[in-house]
Structure formats: structure tokens, C-alpha cells
């Protein structure tokens, strides 16, 4: 699709997603640092951040499924590339024919890897509390003593690591240090990106940080140490000015208390600028008052009335009449609106946020 039309644009900052991955690894202690790049690579395209992460020097990747993983093989002839969804007769085919490693996570994915794989690769999730993937501790254990051949990799996943202060995180890590002596030999990974902040006791021998890496807050609460890697940008398609009392948008929602200036952008919700994000007329207004900004040159202005599938209104009255213009871009996520800000707006998560950007919007890499 031809950049010079479209109406929102994404400007992705390979340089700050390999220096993110830096800080991550260095933050791992002794551990080596993988990347999970599923679901593409978290909004950021998995077929750019997974080789520029390769360059920096990461061995490990993380997707979703077989088809994901099908798509970076070529593009990470040397890497390990793990499948967190395990495997399954549909995925099995692909799996082999691209040297997949499938993350084992039942007692039945198991059984379908040991009967059709024979002693290929394979990783062991094991559950330690988040009641998602993984084998029971129990089952763990009798897997170990199964006479099958051993996993590369061991694993589980922390269910409330950016709460540091949950006790969970030390239960979780307690259980799964009590299965290594059953994989002696075996690598051990439980820490995602904030997992890590944990301390050595979650780091094992491999961590494999996501959203930290796309610039989200790794631990709730603490100040964001990593580079923005994602700017959201959308046109101002049309300016047009509203007398005070009059509306705008669907429902009516807002009412102008003034004569205002309005800039329509070329965004909504099909781009991933959630409708839960609008000034008003959406539920979460109840909960959250505080709807989605955009910025001008770093000067903040509100989204007004409801956020639509592919416009969205901002109040631009108190910006100078001459520095917003039909043409110019307002940004929405970048240096100086953030994921957690943009996040928050909308009710959800920065991870959620980055894995919604639409199919529209203009891409460009930077490194
Ligand atoms: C997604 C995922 C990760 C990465 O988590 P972040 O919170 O994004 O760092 C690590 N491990 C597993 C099992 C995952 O599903």
C-alpha cells in the first residue's frame, strides 16, 4: 500500500529495540537472553525485530505457533525457535520441516511428540501457579522418570511477576527450583521481562523477555527505563471549528463549552486506537475519566466525542492557530504520548495495545 496515502503511520525504532534487548540481557545476570517475538513480533513486525535481535546476539526465540515460526526460519537460519503453544497433529508437519523446537505442555503433547518425534528437540513447560500451559509439578516429575529423552529446555511462566511485591512470585519460584535436580543437565528458564527484575533466583540459564523489548513497563508502578520503540502517528485530514453548544461524533456525547477548533485525523478504532479510548460516551469514561491523548510537536490535546473506525476528532483550540494544519500528523503513541499512558486510556495493557495496530498504517524501520 503506498505510503504517501496513508493516513497513519508507524515509525519503529530498531536501534532502541536492540538497545532495549541489551539492557534486558545485562539485567538477566549470568543467564542468557532469548526474545519472545510472537504474535509479530508484538505488533512491530517479527520479520524486522527478530533478525535485528539476531544481530545483536540473541540465540532464543519465542512464538505462539508453527506458522509463526515457519515464517522467521529463513530469516533466523541459526536460532532456536521455540513454540510456546506446544505441538499437535495439525502443527507436527511444519514443526519438523522447519526445525521447530514445540514447547511441550500437557501430558498429551507429550505422549503425540515421544510416539511421532522419536528424541528431537523438544522444551517442558511446567506449571508453577498460573494454571495456564504447563505440566503439573507431578506430572513433571513422572515425565522425568518416564525413560523418555530429556527436554533442552525446561520451563514455567510467572503469573504476577510486575507485582514484585506479590507473594505468588516466591511461590512459583520456590516450586520450580524444586523440580531442577529431576532434569539435571537440563537448561531452566522462568523469567519474562519482568520476571527479570526479580533477581538472580528467576533468572536459571535463559530469560525471555517481550514487552519490555517493544518499550513497555517491564514492573508496574517502577519508572519505565526502556526506549519507546513504536511512534503512532495519524494525519489531520480536515480542521474545521464548532460554536460552543454544539456536538460532536456519534451520540453526541461532548458538548463544546466554547468555540473550539477541531482537528479530524485519519485513525480509529480498525487502526487500533481502541474505542474504549474516547473523551467521552463509552463505559469506561465512568471508570477511567481521563480519555486518549494525542500530541502536537509535544503539546497535548484530548480526544474529543467518540473515537470512530477511521476518524478521530481532537480538540486542538488551544494549540496556535498556525502550528495545526490539514497535512500535519498528531502523534499518538511516541516520546511524548506512552504505551502505559495510551494504555490506560483505553483499559487495557501496553501488550494489548501494540498486537492491535491495524493492517493501515505506513510502516517505517529506523535503526
Ligand atoms: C509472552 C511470553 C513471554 C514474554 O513475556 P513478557 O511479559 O512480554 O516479557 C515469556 N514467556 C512466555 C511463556 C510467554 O507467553
Redesign the pocket.
Known sequence: MPAPAATTRLSIDLGALAANWRLMRDLSGNARCGA?V?ADG?GTGAAQAAPRLAREGCRDF?V?DANEGASLRPLLPDARIFI?NGVFDGSFALTLAHDLIP?INSPDQAAFWRNNAGDRAYAL?VDTGMNR?GLTPEQAVAHSQSGGPAPCLV?S?FAC??DSAHPLNAEQIRIFQGLRPCFAGVEA?L??????HLGSAAHHDMT???????G?E?VSGVPNRMAPVVTAEARVLVIRHARAGETVSYGASHRFSRDSRIAVCGVGYADGFHRSGSGSGVPLRSAVPQGAFGAFNGTRVPVIGKITMDLTMFDVTDVPEDCVNAGDWVELLGPTITLEEAATAAGTIS?ELLTSLGQRHARTYVD
Do not use: C
Open positions: 519472545a510472537k508484538y519465542f505462539a510456546l514447547i513447560h500451559m520451563m511462566h511477576a510486575d528458564s523469567a519474562n521481562s519482568a520476571g527479570i525471555r523477555p517481550g514487552i519490555a523489548l517493544y513497555g517491564p501488550y
